[in-house]
């Protein structure tokens, strides 16, 4: 068990395991054996081992729901809930500023400069930026460009959405809690049952229609 | 009124013209429009100054820059490649068929030259059979390694992910030809036509089988390949449509509250997210092999520097007194924390005395608070930790009329 204890550390602090933030420890966590291992070890912490449905990002799930747990989750839920509609904008934006047909999918390589730049140039991206860095969930107070992309870049590696390798080097790697947050997208669609397309063929058929 | 309808009649006609016109020399100028597809420049020797001219007009050749040669425009090539790719495709199953029927052909007839002890002809009608088998093998093998090609170029020369949908379905579809045209080859079929001859046998059956088997293995490689990667395809674009789609319902509602799922009987695994929880651990003197090692650690750390002006610089005018007073109190606790280090350093485990520390250290305390502080720490320090000192209090009684007593000094001590 000793072997695990850094990995355990990071679980327990509620840090999100995928192969962008601990490769090893990821690694590991894809045996069976040594999932057991942990969760045998986490039960008196009233914890578990839990994984998105891919089995793509691990994360520390409560065992026994009491009303303590009901309590915090209920307020997790809010603050995400908060979250969400800042993170989705950022993630248009980046897809849109970067001229990417995809969203952001762990291991990407994103690079403050370079996105300041594309929208340094473009008057409507530079707009939305503004908008989106002083949302309270991003909470930047200053009206220079460089100023509010470093802000964002800093509260979604505090979110642990986003990993700098180098503490001195301005370049970040999306982590697979995006994956998280896109399966949470998809559970709240579903449950809610919200009016929106995801397989939809529409994109592709009007432009064979072209042809 | 009429004069705007003549007008647009006339723009119509003068269009149609022109793109009849410019249709006419794809035609007219086709076979040297299919080198340049084929060698990515233009052979200009082939071509006339003015019907070089018309083509640039046409916008059908291109030259990127001065120094580059004249090409085919892109959009050309598209139109070439798509034709191509479809014509390449409906070809290799009528090929297959032909192959096979010139294949039973020439045996028949290498059977008769060998009935009548023609030789040449034999060797002649062998030869051609090796290089209808090659042939058929070699079109097998080039249409497999241009599929590889397009795979692991991730289809790379389509740049958005619509394209690259398409092309893969293009690939797959392709494939499935492919293995049709397999299919046809029925090996029973050869056994029977080729009967006890050891050549044909060895080229049609043993060789010709070892061969296709390894297409089939490629082409279906490839085909899972192409599956997959169309997979990946297909979730990238339904992420990036379920994002927007959800960033626009957000947008459009802002009111919008989902369920709180957190209050479920059974909470969904993704809501359920435990509370963070820190593995905390502080330096602990209840082993004695731990505390000489903590010592030595402690002996380690770079001494902490008094930087009381800072605090004091950095300190709004109106608080500087209290901020004053902490730092002052802050420095003393640190001051008496190294007296502590000092005394679990001590090699026999022996009693040091807090105001002989003082005087032999450039601190310059009150006795008197040295001595209360010395004592504080002690009092705050948890059950566990308290026992690992032994802390001795030199004092007197004030007077004899009364139990007031006074401390005059501490020893501290490690209890071994």
């Known amino acids: 068990m000793i072997e695990h204890g850094p990995l355990l550390e990071r679980l327990l602090a509620g840090e999100f395991v995928c192969p962008i933030s601990d490769e090893s420890g990821y690694r590991h966590l894809t045996n069976e054996e040594t999932r057991e291992e942990i969760d045998t070890y986490l039960r008196p912490l009233n914890r578990r081992l839990a994984s998105n449905e891919d089995g793509s990002v691990y994360f520390l799930a409560w065992r026994q729901l009491n009303d303590n747990a009901r309590d915090q989750l209920s307020r997790q839920l809010g603050d995400t809930l908060n979250s969400l509609l800042p993170l989705l904008e950022w993630l248009q934006l980046v897809q849109e500023a970067l001229g990417r047909d995809t969203l952001a999918a762990p291991g ?104 | ?68 040669g004249v090409k085919l425009a892109p959009k050309v090539r598209e139109l070439i490649a798509e034709m191509l790719a479809d014509e390449t495709r409906r070809h290799v199953n009528a090929d297959v068929a032909e192959t096979l029927e010139l294949i039973r052909a020439l045996v028949h007839s290498y059977r008769e030259a060998r009935s009548r002890g023609e030789h040449w002809r034999l060797e002649q009608q062998l030869m051609r059979l090796r290089q209808e088998v090659d042939d058929l093998n070699g079109r097998f093998a080039d249409a497999i390694d241009s599929l590889w090609q397009r795979l692991n170029s991730d289809f790379g020369f389509v740049s958005q992910l619509n394209d690259k949908i398409r092309e893969n379905d293009r690939a797959q579809k392709q494939i499935a030809r492919l293995l049709d045209g397999l299919a046809l080859i029925d090996f029973d079929e050869l056994i029977e036509l080729v009967g006890s001859d050891g050549s044909l046998r060895k080229l049609l059956i043993s060789q010709l089988q070892q061969q296709l088997s390894n297409h089939y293995t490629g082409l279906r490689e490839v085909q899972r390949r192409l599956i997959e990667l169309m997979a990946r395809f297909r979730k990238q674009q339904a992420r990036s449509r379920l994002i927007s789609g959800m960033a626009a319902f957000m947008r459009e509602h802002p009111g919008f509250v989902p369920g709180n799922y957190a209050r479920r009987s059974e909470v969904p695994v993704l809501v359920n997210q435990a509370a963070p929880l820190s593995a905390a651990a502080a330096p602990a003197l209840d082993r004695n092999l731990d505390s000489r090692l903590l010592a030595e650690l402690l002996h380690q750390l770079p ?75 002690y009092q705050g320090l948890p059950r566990s930790d308290q026992k690992a000192f032994r802390l001795k209090q030199q004092e007197s009684q004030a ?12 020893e501290l001590q490690l209890a071994v």
């Open chain 1, 108 to 211: 990407d390589v994103l690079k403050p400069a370079e996105f300041s730049a594309k929208c340094e140039d473009n008057q409507s991206l530079r707009e939305r930026l503004e908008r989106l860095a002083t949302d309270s969930f991003f909470g930047s107070q200053s009206d220079q460009l460089d100023a509010q992309v470093k802000q964002v870049f800093k509260r979604l590696k505090e979110h642990g959405y986003l990993l700098q390798p180098h503490s001195e080097r301005q370049v970040f790697v999306v982590t697979g809690k995006i994956d998280y947050l896109v399966d949470l997208v998809r559970f709240i669609r579903d449950e809610e049952n919200l009016p929106i397309e995801e397989g939809s063929e529409e994109g592709s058929g009007s432009q064979e229609a072209l042809l």
């Open chain 2, 399 to 410: 007077s004899q009329f009364n139990h007031l007593r006074l401390i005059h000094d501490v």
């Open chain 2, 303 to 377: 001494q902490p520097r008094h930087t009381t002006q800072t605090v004091e610089a950095a300190a709004p005018a109106q608080a500087q007194e209290s901020s004053l007073a902490a730092a002052r109190q802050q420095a003393l606790k640190q001051d008496v924390e190294h007296f502590y280090m000092s005394v679990i350093d001590q090699p026999q485990a022996e009693p040091v005395s807090a105001l002989e520390y003082l005087r032999e250290s450039p601190l310059e305390w009150p006795d008197e608070i040295w001595l209360f502080q010395v004592i504080s720490e």
């Open chain 2, 1 to 68: 009124m009429s004069m705007g309808s003549n007008g647009e009649h006339a723009l119509e006609s003068r269009l149609l013209k022109t793109g009849s016109e410019r249709l006419a020399l794809l035609g007219k100028h086709a076979d040297v429009l299919m080198q340049a597809y084929t060698r990515d420049e233009v052979p200009l020797e082939s071509l006339s100054d003015s019907a070089l001219r018309k083509l640039l007009a046409a916008r059908i050749l291109w030259r990127p820059d001065e120094q580059s």
